[in-house]
């Protein structure tokens, strides 16, 4: 049974800062790593997709890297600012539609 | 504007009542799911629907029912037998046939706390 776990589960750090947010999961046989912006009490919103064959996606100050083979993804975010506080979920896809998503990891930027 | 709309916001629940949480998408997308969500944890798969007129169970079906009569609508019904209800509850829809690529959209939820 796959299973996702994100580290750490609350991260708080300055403006301007750049961070990297952890993903690691139990089963290498995935089709896509996703990750996810869930603001509170709102719905997710994606943020990058890298499918299976693909090492990292960019989006803006967003860079996802993805190694299949240990079960591990990072979620790097340059610049930090206030507006990207929220809650970041990261999601792998094995061989169906079903997505197993992990806990999460509560980031919060200080101005 | 294109997008996934949950209603309603919020819901109250009385015991041995069932009620029904709606989600309509006008992105034209095959497949549709529920998931809960509680506090500090992930997202928990219910039931998801590849095409009209089919739906499977997820990791947590019991005490839920679904259906699927329509490509654009997927209403979750929570039973009297589901007996812990509270939580955020999010549905999602995607477009099917490319495993790789294939990003789930989600609306802005529903809100159930039991009365």
């Known amino acids: 049974k796959q299973e996702v776990t994100q580290i750490p589960a609350a991260l708080s750090v300055p403006e301007g800062e750049n961070l990297v947010l952890n993903c690691s999961f139990t089963?290498?046989?995935?089709?896509?790593l996703q990750w996810f912006r869930q603001d509170p009490g709102k719905g997710l919103t994606s943020l990058l997709l890298?499918?299976?064959?693909?090492r990292e996606q960019t989006s803006g100050r967003l860079n996802a890297s993805l190694d299949k083979s240990s079960g591990r993804s990072t979620l790097y975010i340059a610049a930090s600012q206030p507006g990207d506080s929220a809650t970041y979920l990261c999601?792998?896809?094995?061989?169906?539609?079903?997505?197993?998503f992990g806990k999460g990891t509560k980031l919060t930027v200080n101005p | 504007d294109g997008g996934i709309t949950q209603s309603p916001k919020y819901l109250f629940r009385k015991e041995g009542q069932n009620v029904t949480l709606s989600c309509e998408q006008n992105?034209?997308?095959?497949?549709m799911y529920w998931y809960r969500q509680d506090p500090g944890q992930g997202l928990r798969l219910i039931y998801y629907?590849?095409?009209?007129?089919?739906?499977q169970k997820g990791d947590i079906a019991e005490g839920y029912s679904v259906s699927r009569e329509k490509k654009e609508s997927f209403p979750l019904t929570v039973t009297s037998a589901q007996k812990n209800p509270t939580a955020f509850y999010l549905c999602?829809?995607?477009?099917?046939?490319?495993?790789?690529?294939?990003?789930?959209?989600f609306g802005a939820g529903t809100r159930l706390s039991v009365l």
């Open positions: 992105l034209n997308h095959d497949a």
């Open positions: 999602a829809s995607s477009i099917t046939g490319t495993l790789a690529k294939n990003i789930q959209y």
């Open positions: 999601a792998v896809q094995g061989g169906s539609e079903k997505l197993v």
């Open positions: 890298i499918q299976s064959s693909q």
């Open positions: 089963d290498s046989a995935i089709y896509n």
């Open positions: 629907s590849q095409i009209v007129n089919d739906f």
